[in-house]
């Protein structure tokens, strides 16, 4: 069952990336990134996140997405065009990915006996163990983020306004 | 039934990689920006990962962390699109070459 859905969902999430990767117009690369980071929910879910997962998927899926899909509308992109450069990078960017994901596979199955196996149901962190974590030993960074958030409010408003 | 950690790794590596050939091969910047939270969201999954290995919270605290980081860049980051695309009426990253209007 574990294995059945792990393989489900990474086939979902690699098949979602590549389709990113593949398509010329923004739109498609960005409803395609959508199905990746829902499928990233899923995984965290297995892994015992729960809290996580519904973040993943209101905070990434829900609220950056919606916002890269307005951005993508409103200034009505079309389809890119091929250039010069990008020949380069298929040249040497897509040969240097496949040499980097085959050393980092290799590393990491070859260290798997040192890894845990993962079970289901085995691990479980609900949302108040993290929420005591998250407000007793690091409410400092959290106020602190909660700053970041604001400046970033007013930032996009600053640099997205029409100057006069 | 279970399955090694190690999966998850090799998963987030390929999800990572695939972000950086994106990041490398895309013209058109927001489909760039994309990639760069690609690559975001499979450093977390290995943060998740290395979380129930380890059976520490600190992994999904730090995730919740980037979460929160990558939302302000997104909104800040189109922001500066919305910015250079009225400056320059294109999305192409091969016409944004000069810093200078």
Known sequence: MYLVLFILFAGLCVAGALNLLLQRHPINSALSLIVVMSSLAVLYLLLGAEFLAAAQVIVYAGAIMVLFTFVIMLLNAGEEERTHGSKAAYIVGIPGVGIVVGLLAFFFLSARTHLAQAKLGDYIVSTSDLSKVLFKDLLLPFEVTSVLILVAILGAVALASKEH | ?101
């Open chain 2, 1 to 101: 039934m279970t399955i090694p950690i190690a999966w998850y790794l090799v998963l987030s590596a390929i999800l990572f990689c695939i972000g950086v050939a994106a990041f490398l091969i895309k013209r058109n910047i927001i489909t760039v920006f994309m990639s760069i939270e690609l690559m975001l969201n499979a450093v977390n999954l290995s943060f998740v990962a290395f979380a129930y290995q380890w059976h520490r919270l600190q992994g999904q605290i730090f995730v919740f962390f980037v979460m929160v980081v990558a939302a302000a860049e997104a909104a800040v980051g189109l922001a500066i699109i919305i910015a250079i695309f009225r400056a320059r009426s294109t999305l192409n990253v091969d016409q944004v070459n000069l810093m200078k209007l």
